[in-house]
Structure formats: C-alpha cells, structure tokens
T-cell receptor, first 111, second 114 residues
Framework: QKEVEQDPGPLSVPEGAIVSLNCTYSNSAFQYFMWYRQYSRKGPELLMYTYSSGNKEDGRFTAQVDKSSKYISLFIRDSQPSDSATYLCAMRGGGYQKVTFGTGTKLQVIP | EAGVAQSPRYKIIEKRQSVAFWCNPI?????LYWYQQILGQGPKLLIQFQNNGVVDDSQLPKDRFSAERLKGVDSTLKIQPAKLEDSAVYLCASRPPGLPDTQYFGPGTRLTVL
C-alpha cells in the first residue's frame, strides 16, 4: 500500500465549476499537508499548506484536512481554464521529516 | 527574485552512459532538494542538503547516483551508469529558512535513457 493515494484523473470540468481533489494517506506520522500545482513541463509550485484538521481558505482555494480519517482535500471554486494543471498533494512527517508526494490529479477546465 | 535554475533542460543518453545535472538554488536558501519524477507519478525525494551537508539520502540509489553541494550553493546530481528506468524529470528545489513547507522548484531536467 502506498503511503499517499491520489486519484490520477484526468478530471474534466466546465469553467465555473467547483472542483474537489482528494488524497488519502496511511502514515499516521504525517502532520503537515501541502498542495502543489504543476503545469505541463514546469516544476511544481506551492498553492497552500496546512497543519491542523479543518479548513484553510486562500482566495478560490480551500484546503481541508481530516486527520482522524487520514483524508485531505483541495476545493477550487469558480474554476478557470488557467487552473488546468496537475495537482499534487504532499505530506511531511516521520523520520527525517521528508516530504512524500501523491501521484497527482490532472485537471482540465473546459471554457 | 530569480527562481531555481537548472541545466540542461533536456538530455538524451544511451544506457550505461553517465550524465550530470546542475542546480542553482534561490539566493539565501540553505536547504536544497533533488527529486525524481517519473511520468505519471509524483516527485520522489532523492537527497536533501542543508548547506553542504546531507540531511537525507535514504532513497538515493547510491550504487549509481551521487550528489554534491560544494560551498553550500550550487549542486550537481550525477548518474553513472544510467539505466533505462532512470528516464524521468529531475527536479531541484530549495527552501527558505524558517518555512519548512515552502519549497521552490526549478523547471527540471528531462532525461531520456535509450
């Protein structure tokens, strides 16, 4: 079983839709959670990080963490074609506090 | 502020050849990471440096991969000899002090091993 599971998609939605991206994890040592966005042929860029269970909002993006269920989500409101990218969840904890990434979900927002 | 620089952007080699990648992190970032991203997967940490010391190289295949960060700034990742399964994008990232979860990634080097 992988430490971090993420649905690879692709996920195709119309412009303006609410998008939900999800990851589950098995390692209880993970305490810090991040979402990265990666455009084609580019390096990942950090969108948000959160440390506690609950919601954290930043503009059109909301990160949600449920440590009891080992489940994290990223919601994108009013999705735009420019949001079309691969979204990677990432988690930190355990030995060396290294960051473990999910496989990424490819999102396409159709105008 | 200049971002993380990597070169070359693309490299094609034959198996058993050697290859080297270069990374220049953002100025002032003491922490530097090398990741391997195979197509369709998330980045996998190969090695983490703090200044010029190695913090974590537990996932680095040390029989063929090596990395150094002399003088605590630029870093080089080398593969010798390369295998077909090394075909991937090699990403370098750096992190500012005091922000443990804010990594800045370079554009990556896309390696194809034939």
């Amino acid at each position: 079983q992988k430490e971090v599971e993420q649905d690879p998609g692709p996920l195709s939605v119309p412009e303006g839709a609410i998008v939900s991206l999800n990851c589950t994890y098995s390692n209880s040592a993970f305490q810090y959670f991040m979402w990265y966005r990666q455009y084609s042929r580019k390096g990942p860029e950090l969108l948000m990080y959160t440390y506690s269970s609950g919601n954290k909002e930043d503009g059109r993006f909301t990160a949600q963490v449920d440590k009891s269920s080992k489940y994290i989500s990223l919601f994108i409101r009013d999705s735009q074609p420019s949001d079309s990218a691969t979204y990677l969840c990432a988690m930190r904890g355990g030995g060396y506090q290294k960051v473990t990434f999910g496989t990424g979900t490819k999102l396409q927002v159709i105008p | 502020e200049a971002g993380v620089a990597q070169s070359p952007r693309y490299k094609i080699i034959e198996k058993r050849q050697s290859v080297a990648f270069w990374c220049n992190p953002i100025s002032g970032h003491a922490t530097l990471y090398w990741y391997q991203q195979i197509l369709g997967q998330g980045p996998k940490l190969l090695i983490q440096f703090q200044n010029n010391g190695v913090v974590d190289d537990s996932q680095l295949p040390k029989d063929r991969f090596s990395a150094e960060r002399l003088k605590g700034v630029d870093s080089t990742l080398k593969i010798q000899p390369a295998k077909l399964e090394d075909s991937a994008v090699y990403l370098c990232a750096s992190r500012p002090p005091g922000l443990p979860d804010t990594q800045y990634f370079g554009p990556g080097t896309r390696l194809t091993v034939l």
